[in-house]
């Protein structure tokens, strides 16, 4: 049975609020992603004092590519689905 206009009225409203919240929660791993990947380019992130430094924030924007991946996966999902409930 088709849903009511209602229904999906509702279903699009919820879906569009999650959507919005992993938006926020992408931005906010994308920021610190970006900020490392910037110092890790720098010169300075290569000084002799840095080499501690340098190893921590690889591991640290490894750690947020593997965080944003599957957010990713997510957030397109979450678009295809509202997207067919919009039609």
Known sequence: PAKSAATQQFEQKALKQKIAKLEKQMAIL????????????????YQADQQDAVITAS??????????APLEEE???MNDEFESLSN
């Not at 591991?59 to 944003?68: E, G, Q, V, W, Y």
Request: proline content about 0%.
């Open 75 to 77: 957030w397109l999902a």
């Open 59 to 68: 591991k640290r924007h490894a750690d947020l590519a593997s965080l944003l």
């Open 30 to 45: 994308q920021n610190e992603f970006d900020e490392l990947q910037g110092w890790l380019a720098s010169e300075a992130a």
